[in-house]
Structure formats: structure tokens, C-alpha cells
């Protein structure tokens, strides 16, 4: 029993040290004073989790790619932080009948980047979940998948119809606008079967 005790010790203690391996990192003054006020402002729950959530934002947003001063490219396609007020007013100015074209067109263009860059084949559904959460990731908004309806929260245009195109386009679906305002629900329009057409 005291054998078997300790051979699953030495087993746990061999395994933390294959997977755990401590790092010193020296911050300047004023950059330990700014995550601490993060901390303490409660906007980040200590330095440790704040840094592996920048290790995953590198990850997933491909960081490596930034060129200075502020050129960011995913694969083939440069991407830029801009104002939203500056995206409003061109949505201004664009023909309301025009909205769901254009964004079909920009999310074919987003597809195209897609899949280049990240290998994601996104008309293809079990890939849906990926492709949301990478639209997330890049500030988009807050997408959801559940049956046959995707939600969109918080999203950075707050136009129906260019969403319902932009989707329509990346994820080669056709969709109904559910609802016209904040949050966003579109109903993924079923394909009928082939044996229903025979």
C-alpha cells in the first residue's frame, strides 16, 4: 500500500515537472505600476491570468504579423483599428437597398481570408463555431450558434441587412432577419433535401 502510495507521488512529481517551468520576467517601474492598477482596479485578476490571456490574444490574433507603426496583417489581409463613428457615416451615405449586397460581398472577402490564411474551410458548418469565434476575436461582436439561428450581441455595425449579407457570404448560407435592432437573430434558411426534390 505505502509502495503504491509513493509511486503515484513520484508519478505526480515527474509529470510537474514535464509540464510546469517557472519564468522570471523583469518589468520596468512604470509598466509593473500600470498591470498593478489594472489588478487593483479589478479589471484584471492578477498577473499571471493577464498574461496568459495575452498569450492566447498573440495566438489567436497572430501578433507576429504587426509592423510598425500600426500595420497589422492576418495572412493577406491588413487590418487596421478604426473608429466605429467612421464606419457609420460611409454606412450613411450608402443606399439602404444596397446594405445586404455589400456585405455579401465583404463577407466573401472575409472568407477568402479565411481561408488562406487560417485553413478554415467556412461554408463548411462544423466549422461554424470557429469561424464566430475568430469574428469575436477581431471585434466583430459576440456570435452565437444555437440550432438553427445565429445571435449576434454587441455588434460593431449596427445594421440588419449588412450583417445578414456579411454572413450570407462567409458561411455560403442564406438567412432571415429575425429581428431588426441590437441584438441580432438570423434564422439559417434549411436547403431542401434532394429527395425532396426528386
Not at 515537472?17 to 520596468?28: P, Q, S, Y
Not at 495575452?54 to 509592423?67: A, H, N, Q
Not at 487590418?79 to 463613428?85: D, K, P, S, V, Y
Not at 458561411?171 to 429575425?178: F, I, P, Q, S
Amino acid at each position: 500500500m505505502q509502495e503504491e502510495k509513493e509511486k503515484k507521488l513520484e508519478e505526480l512529481i515527474k509529470k510537474n515537472n514535464e509540464t510546469a517551468k517557472r519564468t522570471t520576467i523583469i518589468l520596468e517601474k512604470e509598466e509593473r505600476e500600470y498591470i498593478d492598477s489594472l489588478i487593483k482596479e479589478g479589471k484584471e485578476p492578477g498577473i499571471k491570468p493577464l498574461i496568459s490571456k495575452m498569450l492566447d490574444v498573440y495566438r489567436s490574433m497572430m501578433i507576429y504579423d504587426w509592423r510598425f507603426p500600426g500595420e497589422y496583417y492576418c495572412g493577406i489581409s491588413r487590418i487596421a483599428f478604426i473608429n466605429l463613428e467612421l464606419i457609420n457615416i460611409l454606412i450613411k451615405y450608402i443606399p439602404e437597398e444596397k446594405w445586404r449586397g455589400i456585405g455579401k460581398e465583404m463577407g466573401e472577402a472575409t472568407k477568402v481570408s479565411m481561408e488562406t490564411t487560417l485553413d478554415i474551410q467556412t461554408i463548411n458548418r462544423e466549422k461554424w463555431q470557429e469561424v464566430l469565434k475568430r469574428l469575436r476575436i477581431q471585434g466583430f461582436g459576440d456570435f452565437y450558434l444555437k440550432d438553427k439561428y445565429i445571435l449576434i450581441k454587441t455588434p460593431f455595425i449596427d445594421y440588419a441587412d449588412i450583417w445578414a449579407g456579411f454572413l450570407e457570404g462567409l458561411l455560403g448560407t442564406e438567412l432571415n432577419v429575425k429581428t431588426s435592432t441590437p441584438p441580432f437573430v438570423f434564422e439559417i434558411k434549411e436547403k431542401p433535401s434532394s429527395a425532396a426534390n426528386e
